[in-house]
T-cell receptor, first 115, second 118 residues
Framework: KAGVTQTPRYLIKTRGQQVTLSCSPI?????VSWYQQTPGQGLQFLFE???????NKGNFPGRFSGRQFSNSRSEMNVSTLELGDSALYLC??????????????FGEGSWLTVV | AQKITQTQPGMFVQEKEAVTLDCTYD???????LFWYKQPSSGEMIFLIY??????QNATEGRYSLNFQKARKSANLVISASQLGDSAMYFC???????????????FGKGTMLLVSP
């Protein structure tokens, strides 16, 4: 079956612009979470959605937002981009409500460069 | 606070040899899950193996096995018969329940870069 699909894979944006990243989870998975990965900070949790509801949010400014649709697809948006937002953004999906006991699968990531 | 520690920034191994990547974790919760992921330079985070805190036996998936020592709070990944394609970054991660919310989240270690030489 198809894995977690993220689009676009690579993008370059200018400071001050906004960006939207998309994630399609594995079929049947209802939980989607997003992570930011940078060389300096490593992997940091952004937010998690389950059945269209944001259940958990990491320590990121309000410029970072997300949503989940009824088909479990998710988008994240970053407004007023800063150079420090350059990162690999990873989306993950899992079957159930609780990741303890459920395998979490990641996508290939979206590489964002802000210039 | 929940934490994952990977003390080996880099590891070198020759092809066909076995290698152990270290991971220790810190949590006071009785229920948690431990994951290992492989991340090649392309960026994709590839799931390798999972161990639940209540699982009695060590998890195995093909050439990967997880050496789970609960009392020591360690969850080392063992790769048998290394292959050139195993060269990548390896992350240990733990899922745990956030206090107050009842929901779980995943925390990662800083990773170990494994290089397999011919």
């Amino acid at each position: 079956k198809a894995g977690v699909t993220q689009t676009p894979r690579y993008l370059i944006k200018t400071r001050g612009q906004q960006v939207t990243l998309s994630c399609s989870p594995i079929s049947g998975h209802r939980s989607v979470s997003w992570y930011q990965q940078t060389p300096g900070q490593g992997l940091q949790f952004l937010f998690e959605y389950f059945s269209e509801t944001q259940r958990n949010k990491g320590n990121f400014p309000g410029r970072f937002s997300g949503r989940q649709f009824s088909n479990s697809r998710s988008e994240m948006n970053v407004s007023t981009l800063e150079l420090g937002d350059s990162a690999l953004y990873l989306c993950a999906s899992s079957l159930g409500q609780n990741s303890i006991g459920n395998t979490i699968y990641f996508g290939e990531g979206s590489w964002l460069t802000v210039v | 606070a929940q934490k994952i520690t990977q003390t080996q920034p880099g590891m070198f191994v020759q092809e066909k040899e076995a290698v152990t990547l270290d991971c220790t974790y810190d949590t006071s919760d009785p229920s948690y899950g431990l994951f290992w992921y492989k991340q090649p330079s392309s960026g994709e985070m590839i799931f390798l193996i999972y161990q639940g805190s209540y699982d009695q036996q060590n998890a195995t998936e093909g050439r990967y096995s997880l050496n789970f020592q609960k009392a020591r709070k360690s969850a080392n990944l063992v790769i048998s018969a290394s292959q050139l394609g195993d060269s990548a970054m390896y992350f240990c991660a733990m899922s745990y329940t956030l206090s107050g919310s009842g929901y779980s989240t995943l925390t990662f270690g800083k990773g170990t870069m494994l290089l397999v030489s011919p």
